[in-house]
């Protein structure tokens, strides 16, 4: 070793998570050092929500020109390059990466060394030439595409998140295995931006969200051309020639043939842990992650883990909500508890889908009297002036009117979910989202318009009515 470094801190992983933990601890003037054997910014920045975000933004412009129609706008079909739709893609990443740079935490006050790291003991990591012994380690190392055992798919070459961004020749026709977030936006994108789309999923397309509302999206996702199977079982992938993919699957309506010039693998992520050495440190782990409690500490006391590498939510904003709490922890001793109800997400096709909170199924099997609340997007004024009144809101509400959950599917729906996650992190009650003002014309009336619903059944009570009637009489 050359160097034996001592910090208070030490993360390991430069994505979302480990990035906050390192900037935040160092602007309070305590010794970091962030290790990092990849890029800097970690798979949000370089493989995931932006460069995926930036090319939704292409695909809608795309759809936008094709469907103006209703605005007295004759439609056209756009004309794509995409080899600028790539450019555009990576101007972006570029656009942000200064923000994650070496250069930038360095000036910061934080030592980064750019190698693989590994636990030699429960006390001490080795970095290269580094032997780093700190007094808290922080693990950030995120996650990678999940590949599935599926017969024949080590024989050909496929596309992950981490590949999909690099291509600047359209593929022909993409076949997408997995129906979850990752593979609905990219099957939605592509689609739009002039590939022909297949799309498969063993269970169901969004199995994990709200059924009801699920539903305005594959049916949007079939209305724009691409093929959705569900419920399909995939019994082998092969070569078919030079420039093609073949999927044979099987399905409650027989098998059938797939074939395709390029395969997408979106069927989710695992946990990076296996280069750490994490049983030498006693940390306990699986398949689903690093094993922590509540206030995100290892079965090594000196350890947290955050993001995806704790098991958890696999989301930017969640690990950056774990970066908070373990600061708290470390720095001021704080207890702290993470609370996976209050943490949103949001999957970003058209029409956008989004969830907080409990969902009905959720709430129903917990065994809790529930009031569900809905509005539909096209009973909005702002809706109808912009022809997005494809959606709804529905909004679980518990006792005394407390808000349980919220999930919304339209226009925008990732941006009106943030109201509602703090409504369920404050556990704040359905009379306050009805009675604050919301400007006119919004979309976010549509949240107001559903939490005003609760109070109907009181108009009726005929105790409410002989009251309004007794008061009548004071003039």
């Given at each position: 070793m050359t160097s034996t470094l001592t910090p208070d801190i030490c993360v390991i992983g430069a994505g979302s998570g480990g990035l906050s933990v390192a900037a935040a601890a160092a602007s309070f003037g305590v010794s970091v050092v962030l290790v990092e054997k990849a890029r800097m910014g970690g798979d949000c920045l370089n493989y995931g929500?932006?460069?995926?975000?930036?090319?939704?933004?292409?695909?809608?412009?795309?759809?936008?020109?094709?469907?103006?129609?209703?605005?007295?706008?004759?439609?056209?079909?756009?004309?794509?390059?995409?080899?600028?739709?790539?450019?555009?893609v990576h101007g972006v990443i570029a656009a942000i990466a200064p923000n994650d740079s070496v250069e930038r935490f360095t000036a910061l006050g934080v030592r980064v060394i750019e190698t693989e790291a590994r636990f030699r003991d429960a006390r001490t990591l080795i970095a290269g030439d580094h032997e780093i012994c700190a007094r808290r380690f922080v693990i950030a190392t995120g996650?990678?595409?999940?590949?599935?055992?599926?017969?024949?798919?080590?024989?050909?070459?496929?596309?992950?998140?981490?590949?999909?961004?690099d291509l600047a020749d359209r593929p022909e026709r993409l076949l997408v295995?997995?129906?979850?977030?990752?593979?609905?936006?990219?099957?939605?994108?592509?689609?739009?931006?002039?590939?022909?789309?297949?799309?498969?999923?063993?269970?169901?397309?969004?199995?994990r969200e709200d059924p009801e509302l699920a539903a305005h999206v594959v049916d949007q996702l079939r209305a724009e051309g691409v093929k959705i199977f569900e419920h399909a079982k995939i019994s082998s992938v092969e070569r078919r020639d030079e420039a093609g993919i073949r999927v044979r699957i099987s399905g409650k309506d027989g098998e059938h043939l797939l074939e395709g010039t390029h395969l997408l693998v979106a069927i989710g992520r695992k946990p990076v842990t296996a280069s750490l050495g994490l049983d030498a440190a006693g940390i306990e782990h699986s398949p689903r992650g690093i094993t922590v409690d509540a206030g995100l500490r290892t079965t090594n006391r000196r350890i947290y883990a955050i993001g995806d590498v704790a098991g958890g939510p696999q989301f930017t904003h969640a690990a950056n909500y774990h970066a908070g709490l373990v600061l708290r922890s470390i720095l001021f001793r704080m207890p702290v508890r993470e609370n996976h109800v209050a943490i949103p997400r949001v999957t970003f096709t058209d029409p956008e889908l989004a969830h907080?909170?409990?969902?009905?199924?959720?709430?129903?099997?917990?065994?809790?009297?529930?009031?569900?609340?809905?509005?539909?997007?096209?009973?909005?004024?702002?809706?109808?002036?912009?022809?997005?009144?494809?959606?709804?809101?529905?909004?679980?509400?518990?006792?005394?009117?407390?808000?349980?959950?919220?999930?919304?599917?339209?226009?925008?729906?990732?941006?009106?979910?943030?109201?509602?996650?703090?409504?369920?992190?404050?556990?704040?009650?359905?009379?306050?989202?009805?009675?604050y003002v919301a400007p006119y014309p919004t979309m976010s009336e549509i949240g107001k318009r559903a939490a005003i619903t609760y109070f109907i059944n009181a108009t009726r009570k005929p105790i409410v009515r002989r009251l309004v009637r007794c008061l009548r009489i004071f003039g």
């Open positions: 929500c932006v460069p995926s975000k930036a090319l939704i933004a292409a695909a809608r412009r795309a759809e936008a020109m094709r469907s103006a129609g209703p605005f007295g706008i004759a439609g056209v079909e756009p004309e794509i390059d995409f080899a600028k739709v790539n450019r555009h996650s990678s595409p999940a590949i599935p055992p599926i017969p024949g798919l080590d024989k050909v070459e496929f596309l992950t998140n981490e590949t999909i961004f295995i997995g129906g979850g977030a990752i593979g609905t936006e990219l099957a939605q994108a592509f689609r739009r931006l002039g590939s022909e789309v297949t799309l498969v999923e063993a269970a169901a397309v969004l199995g907080v909170g409990l969902s009905e199924a959720d709430a129903r099997q917990a065994g809790k009297r529930i009031s569900v609340l809905r509005w539909p997007y096209s009973e909005n004024d702002r809706a109808q002036t912009e022809r997005k009144t494809e959606g709804l809101i529905k909004l679980i509400v518990g006792r005394r009117g407390r808000i349980l959950g919220a999930s919304i599917v339209g226009a925008d729906a990732g941006e009106m979910i943030n109201m509602w996650a703090l409504a369920i992190s404050r556990r704040m009650k359905v009379g306050a989202l009805a009675g």
